[in-house]
């Protein structure tokens, strides 16, 4: 872990300490700039969760009654049983549900209580997740959530409501110290497992992460997760993870010092090993129909949900 340089980040944050963990009411004041957070894209679906418009698939649609198909059906909602049974195409009728769960899993291991500008990753993991928690209950959405580290992972039960944001937050705050370094390949995996018990089919799922150690068998996991959720990665990464300067660097945990005397060799086997985790995810992303986000420490968190939702990455 490395003790944080003087912070560039913009004065939405009173201190330092509150670069490396957030406090509930640092988390609570983001209700205000998480108001206007415009995420709702106009599309020619119908009215969904609340008061905006979805392009998410799957969620919020429930069988209603079967009725004989008419020009300009979609045939992909014959109803094949009756239309068997009386010998006329008959179509199938949903109506939309009113809710939708908003599931926010946030990697609290120890390699995310880390940065050398802005903000330590964990800590804007955490302001990401509470702008959304905050904009989901203003849509009137169901807000769980999962926090994991290498030593355990804690689920909320998706929830409507102040309290449930209360909840997740107050979670995030909790939850936020190193813990035990130990197997990091397997916390991730774990988290992975347990999410899909939790994320029921249709709810939107946001995983923010560095996602280091993610195995094929992870990826294969959120490729089947995102056939049944609408599933957002939150790349979050420090500027000295893609670019090692050469020369001496000092790191520090607080109670010990490395020291890391990095020369051209060791600059290229660091750089190539991040730009094949981001390849990797960003390759999964477009094979599964993903969207990926990528967040630096030391950017603004509104700006950050604010500008991908003008890239298209993702829709509100």
């Known amino acids: 872990m490395a003790t944080p340089s003087p912070p560039s980040f913009p ?12 406090t509930l009411e640092d988390l609570i004041r983001l209700s205000q700039p998480a108001a206007g957070l415009t995420l709702a894209r106009p599309t020619a679906r119908a009215l969904q ?5 979805s392009t998410f698939k799957g969620r919020g649609m429930e069988f209603d009654e079967t009725r004989p198909y008419t020009h300009g059906d979609d045939v992909r909602n014959l109803d094949w049983r009756v239309t068997a049974r009386t010998g006329k195409p008959h179509t199938k009728l949903f109506r939309e549900e009113r809710e939708r769960p908003v599931f926010l899993t946030v990697d609290y291991r120890s390699a995310m209580f880390f940065a050398t500008r802005g903000m330590f990753k964990s800590a804007m993991a955490a302001r990401l997740a509470a702008l959304i928690a905050w904009s989901a209950r203003r849509h009137g959405d169901r807000i769980g959530g999962q926090i994991f580290s290498e030593t355990e992972s804690v689920e909320l039960k998706p929830e409507h409501g102040h309290r449930a944001v209360l909840r997740l937050l107050k979670l995030l705050v909790d939850q936020a110290s190193p813990r035990n370094p130990i197997a990091p390949e397997a916390a991730l995996q774990d988290a992975l497992v347990r999410l899909p018990r939790h994320a029921r089919p249709g709810s939107l799922v946001f995983l923010f992460s560095d996602f280091r150690h993610l195995t094929p068998a992870g990826e294969a996991g959120l490729g089947r997760l995102s056939r049944h959720c609408d599933l957002v990665l939150v790349f979050i990464s420090d500027p ?7 020369g001496p660097h000092r790191f520090s945990d607080g109670r ?3 020291l890391l005397n990095a020369d051209g060799r060791t600059v290229d086997i660091y750089e190539r090993a991040f730009r094949e985790r981001e390849e990797r995810l960003a390759d999964l992303a477009r094979r599964h129909g993903i969207r990926l986000v990528y967040c630096r ?16 990455l993702y829709h509100f």
Request: hydrophobic share 30%.
């Open 49 to 53: 969760s609340g008061q905006y418009l």
């Open 297 to 312: 420490t030391t950017d603004e968190p509104f700006l950050v949900l604010q500008q991908g939702s003008r890239r298209s």
């Open 256 to 258: 010990r010092d490395v």
């Open 11 to 22: 004065a939405t944050t009173s201190t330092g300490h509150s670069l490396v963990r957030p």
């Open 240 to 246: 000295l993870e893609e670019r090692l300067p050469l």
